[in-house]
């Protein structure tokens, strides 16, 4: 299987877990996931046509698509891994969404730098469904306050939430806390679902799904 047959096979999977359960559901879009890939795993996505990307590192992200985004201006970049505030103005300068907002520092420097660079990124506030301490992300209980101050104190866009369920957990039971909370706040993005378990985001309403390993293979 080629990355062109994996991309058009999730996609065919996606459709169909759409339609078994609501055709009327808003269509996710597919976030190849592209960190630790070849430029040439990379290159291979872009012919299929592919124009939408998910990166994990603001230094990696800049290595594989600084050069890329001149030759594709149609690209659409996602940032889904936890950023430091020291990379939020690099962050700012190449992504056109952060999924990863996930702590009131980081809001009050991305909110900051965008007044800087008059570029306004929108944002998903990163959820920690699971209340895993290790995990980065907003608790349930604190996402109303946290989600005020994003947009009230730091002027940010927040379009909608994202999370990583607990590898031990039935992943639909977080993907519909995600959505309840969604639809309690009136976000509209839903950024859930992986190699794994997108079949099961998609019916509670994913937006975003999520796909490295399924499209690229295993990460080196
Ligand atoms: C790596 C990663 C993915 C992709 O995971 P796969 O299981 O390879 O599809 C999705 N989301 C986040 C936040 C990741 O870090």
Redesign the pocket.
């Given at each position: 299987m080629t990355i062109s047959d994996n991309i058009q096979n999730i996609q065919r999977r996606m459709k169909k877990a759409a339609e078994r359960f609501d055709v009327s559901l808003p269509a996710a879009k597919l976030i190849a996931?592209s960190?630790f890939q070849t430029k040439d795993n990379i290159q291979q996505a872009l012919d299929a046509g592919h124009r939408c990307f998910g990166e994990?590192r603001v230094q990696e992200a800049q290595e594989h698509w600084l050069g890329l985004r001149v030759l594709y201006p149609d690209l659409e970049l996602h940032l889904?891994?936890a950023l430091q505030t020291n990379k939020a103005a690099d962050a700012v300068a190449l992504f056109d969404m952060i999924q990863s907002l996930d702590r009131e520092k980081l809001a009050q420097v991305l909110g900051a730098e965008m007044k800087k660079q008059g570029r306004n990124v929108p944002c998903l506030i990163q959820v920690n469904t699971g209340e895993e301490p290790q995990k980065a992300g907003i608790v349930p209980r604190e996402l109303g306050s946290f989600l005020e101050f994003c947009t009230q104190e730091c002027g940010l866009s927040v379009r909608g939430l994202m999370c990583?369920p607990p590898p031990d957990d039935p992943p639909a039971l977080h993907f519909a806390l995600l959505r309840d909370l969604a639809r309690h706040f009136n976000l509209i993005e839903l950024s859930m679902g992986?190699?794994?378990d997108f079949e099961k985001a998609i019916p509670l309403g994913a937006t975003y799904i999520?796909?490295?390993?399924?499209i690229f293979g295993e990460r080196s």
């Open positions: 996931v960190k994990n889904i891994g990583i992986m190699s794994n999520r796909i490295g390993t399924a």
